[in-house]
């Protein structure tokens, strides 16, 4: 295994490094590095490796949203109003709405089926707008109408609205059975999530401000934490429905509402993990793809992308609608809001690993709107922000968001 995680890093690193140099996001390389390591490319990874590979997403995500958290000020979202709030969920139903619509007929799926992967490829990624937002924010465009900022509050938060739908989805594919009441485990998934780890993150700080740790020891116990409170989802699943990724966010918005000195220090700790964390997001990812198989359906299964993202798109501009941003602001929005990639990495081998017949189509969909929507959007981004947003003239980063925007700067 050793060589095999070696070979993971130094090939990946390289590999996102040309890619950047083509002005390509990193996370194209590291996919690449994963299809031609993995079982249908050179097949230079251990099964030993690969057999961990889903714990291994898991650790990433919770990387993910536990950053997310502690660099999200709710107040910032009550600041942008009804478009950040709508953006948390709309964009993401829309695209749920067009996949669930195209794929079956397309893809020779059921409409259970549609729907799952839908969830699937219907998160806007982190990874990609985070950077390009908070540049947006130090040159000072588009922040008069906080524009970066309710894309990266709604972006963060729709992440985790997604993975709950999708953890419900799946769980309706492998019990067979659909039900209204099924889908009441939705609401009662996010309220259960959000007191648990509103109750979790007001526990944690009062211990902090108990006992003197260094910030090292303390990402240490809120990885604990995390991983503690999945395994509390998964114990508790047949009593009462909890989203263990939403209780993690929340533990980390609760530790920066209670202490803001703290949580820009935690925050940067996390992003630093990413580094790593990323490389064996993505690699891992690409080394699921049955190349064979992704050539065979993958015109209908691009097709399904694209619809997607009309769809999606339709979604944004529905949020943006009937407020104070013009024409060009509102197709901004729309295109800042089309990049996927980590949430898409972090679940989309998870119902082939589930033995789903779904599988193999739900991972090569999910790879090919990374592949499609990751470029697009951040060449979009970078295209088109000078011509459809106002400079207000540049603003100091804060220390926090310079970190952040170091941290995520490889993408």
């Known amino acids: 295994m050793n060589i095999s995680i070696a070979l993971t890093f130094l090939l990946g690193m390289l590999l996102a490094f040309l890619s950047k140099k083509v002005k390509l996001p990193t996370l194209v390389g590291m996919l690449l590095t994963g299809i031609i390591l993995g079982p249908y490319g050179l097949n230079q990874l251990t099964s030993s490796l690969l057999g961990i590979s889903v714990d291994l997403r898991q650790i990433a995500l919770v990387i993910i949203l536990m950053r997310a958290g502690l660099a999200l000020d709710i107040s910032e979202l009550k600041r942008a109003g009804r478009p950040a709030l709508l953006l948390c969920f709309l964009p993401a139903c829309c695209e749920m709405l067009g996949v669930t619509l195209i794929a079956p007929s397309l893809l020779g799926i059921s409409t259970l089926e549609a729907a799952t992967i839908g969830s699937i490829v219907a998160a806007v990624s982190p990874a990609v707008i985070v950077p390009k937002m908070l540049r947006l924010m130090k040159e000072g465009y588009g922040t008069q109408k906080s524009i970066p900022q309710f894309i990266m509050a709604g972006g963060s938060v729709d992440d985790v609205f997604v993975i709950v739908i999708f953890t419900v989805l799946t769980s309706l594919l492998m019990g067979k059975e659909v039900s209204a009441v099924s889908f009441l485990h939705i609401p009662i998934s996010i309220i259960v999530g959000l007191l648990v780890g509103i109750l979790s993150g007001y526990l944690i700080i009062q211990f902090f401000r108990k006992f003197n740790m260094s910030d090292t020891s303390k990402v240490i116990l809120l990885l604990s934490v995390s991983f503690i409170l ?182």
């Open 230 to 411: 999945l395994g509390l989802e998964k114990e508790i699943k047949d009593i009462i429905p909890m989203s263990g990724l939403l209780a993690i966010m929340s533990v980390g918005i609760m530790i920066y509402k209670q202490d803001k000195s703290l949580a820009p220090k935690l925050s940067s700790k996390f992003s630093q993990l990413w580094i790593a964390a990323e490389i064996i997001l993505f690699v891992l990812v690409g080394a699921d793809v049955n190349i064979d198989y992704a050539l065979a359906s993958g015109l209908n299964a691009i097709f399904v992308v694209l619809g997607g993202l009309v769809f999606r798109m339709i979604g944004v501009y529905l949020c943006v609608i009937g407020t104070k941003l013009n024409n060009k602001e509102r197709l901004f929005c729309m295109i800042a809001y089309t990049p996927k990639a980590t949430v898409q990495a972090a679940i989309g081998s998870l119902p082939l690993a589930w033995g789903l017949e779904c599988g193999n189509i739900a991972l090569t969909v999910a790879v090919l709107a990374i592949l499609i929507t990751a470029p697009l959007g951040a060449f979009g981004i970078e295209m088109t922000y000078k011509k459809l947003l106002r400079n207000s003239g540049e603003i100091k980063l804060s220390d926090t968001q310079k970190e952040e925007e170091e941290a995520f700067s490889m993408n």
